[in-house]
Nanobody, 114 residues
């Protein structure tokens, strides 16, 4: 069974950094654009960053310059390095393979607070 398993969330102070990881089982990783979405309480789930199989990256405007998405194809893992975190980055972050109609992880909570 194909699964996406996120890790790396937690509590961090404003200005701090976190790195999220998403390990994918099965063959889906090698053929999929991988993405990170986030959902804050009472809000919709929005794309934060995505990376294609060839390494082309796409970022939501507030993530540009602060977040970096990368993938290790040998490890079937995608990462989201988040720097200079702000309270408004607080959300559950979800790993995704293949777009909104694709496969989702269960999410990892990121809380940015002093």
């Amino acid at each position: 069974q194909v699964q996406l398993v996120e890790s790396g969330g937690g509590l961090v102070q404003p200005g701090g950094s976190l790195r999220l990881s998403c390990a994918a089982s099965g063959d889906i990783f090698s053929i999929s654009t991988m993405g990170w979405y986030r959902q804050a309480p009472g809000k919709q789930r929005d794309l934060v960053a995505a990376i294609t199989t060839s390494g082309i990256r796409n970022y939501e405007d507030s993530a540009k310059g602060r977040f970096t998405v990368s993938r290790d194809n040998a490890k079937n893992t995608v990462y989201l390095q988040m720097n200079n975190l702000k309270p408004e980055d607080t959300a559950v972050y979800y790993c995704n393979a293949g777009g909104r109609s694709g496969l989702w992880g269960k999410g990892t909570l990121v809380t940015v607070s002093s």
